[in-house]
């Protein structure tokens, strides 16, 4: 199991501190939600932020795109130093098109699904792609419920990609469901809320642990 911890919940005015509290406790990723405004209501950070904290982590970079039109910043964000790209299957024009700026930047590509959007819209693009993100709520802001009915998906995902296959969910997680994530078959974990409420460390040292 892969965690990446969400810096949306971090404290802004201590970010590089937190970042690594988070890659001391062992953590291998760290995950970068970027919001524009217009495919998520809120607005969050982006290519500068990511730039700053880069100079201070070896974690690998795992970018989150919640933006429309997500080919317009591939290639900034991977100048910024994201090591992955996630971008949205309901923002992307031409999926193929994103995977493939990505990979010739030798980067992991990923897309992402909103918690209502189907599998299938995905499938075509499994094999080309090096993780899908299953939102288990609805994206544009931390410390939501995690919605149980992608359970479903993530088990008909894992069951039709094969075990070595990279799923990650994103939203909701907690000490006490991470492990019905994991059994539906989860393997990247993010958790932002979890991570950041109290001790830093301990937190992720527990989360890892289950
Ligand atoms: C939601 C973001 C998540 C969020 C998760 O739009 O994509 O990454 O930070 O936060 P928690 O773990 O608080 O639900
Ligand atoms: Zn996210």
Redesign the pocket.
């Known amino acids: 199991m892969i965690l990446s911890p ?1 810096i ?2 971090a404290d802004f005015a201590i970010l590089g501190e937190q970042v690594r509290v988070i890659e001391n406790a062992g953590a291998q990723w760290l ?1 970068i ?1 970027v ?1 524009d405004g217009h495919f ?1 209501d ?1 607005l969050s950070f982006a290519m500068p932020v990511v730039k700053s904290i880069r100079k201070h982590s070896g974690l690998f970079f795992d970018a ?1 795109l ?1 933006i429309e039109n997500p080919e317009r910043y591939i290639d900034r964000m991977i100048d910024a130093g994201a090591d992955g790209v996630c971008f949205h299957i309901e923002a992307a024009k031409d999926p193929a098109q994103c995977m493939d700026m990505i990979h010739k930047r030798g980067k992991k590509a990923a897309i992402a699904l909103n918690p209502d959007t189907e599998l299938d819209t995905v499938l075509p693009y499994i094999n080309g792609l090096d993780m899908v993100l299953l ?1 288990t ?8 419920k ?1 919605i149980d009915r992608v359970n479903e998906k993530i088990k008909r995902l894992r069951s039709i990609a094969g075990e070595d296959f990279l799923i990650q969910v ?4 907690t000490l006490d469901n991470v492990d019905v994530a994991v059994s539906a078959g989860a393997n990247v974990i ?6 950041f409420s109290g001790d830093i460390e301990k937190n992720i040292k527990t989360l890892m642990k289950i």
């Open positions: 969400s949306l919940s995950h939600d919001m998520v809120n989150h919640m939102m709520v609805v994206p544009g802001l931390g410390g939501q995690y994103d939203g909701g997680i993010v958790a932002g809320t979890c991570v």
